[in-house]
């Protein structure tokens, strides 16, 4: 198994800056792609940014220029670093991961979810 656990989400001001830290342990024989996304309760979640393992990346339209993610290969953990941020960034963040165990099984896994909340 694989676990995800989330860290860094809190309550900000409009243009304030917050760090989301995810950090994956278990069976871990590469993780390939991970990836943040959030959800307003009721809503479908929806992505945020992903990142390959080598290093590409890809934003959704509404955090680009504001939101940068990264991630440290050998930690196993990715970031999101959100400036800028906006009374409309609230919601709740997950991160993803998928990639291969040591078992060489697929794996496909989410965090337990971290709150953003920004005031205006």
């Known amino acids: 198994q694989v676990q995800l656990v989330e860290s860094g989400g809190g309550l900000v001001q409009a243009g304030g800056s917050l760090r989301l830290s995810c950090a994956a342990s278990?069976?871990?024989?590469?993780?390939?792609?991970m990836e943040w996304s959030r959800q307003t309760p009721g809503k479908q979640r929806d992505l945020v940014a992903s990142?390959?393992?080598?290093?590409?990346?890809n934003y959704a339209d509404s955090v680009k220029g504001r939101f940068t993610i990264s991630r440290d290969n050998a930690k196993n953990t990715v970031y999101l670093q959100m400036d800028s941020l906006k009374p409309e960034d609230t919601n709740v963040y997950y991160c993803?991961?998928?990639?291969?165990?040591?078992?060489?099984?697929?794996?496909?896994?989410w965090g337990q979810g971290t709150q953003v909340t920004v005031s205006s």
């Open positions: 993803y991961a998928r990639g291969i165990t040591r078992a060489h099984t697929e794996f496909h896994s």
């Open positions: 278990g069976s871990i024989l590469r993780i390939n792609a």
């Open positions: 990142i390959s393992s080598g290093g590409s990346t």
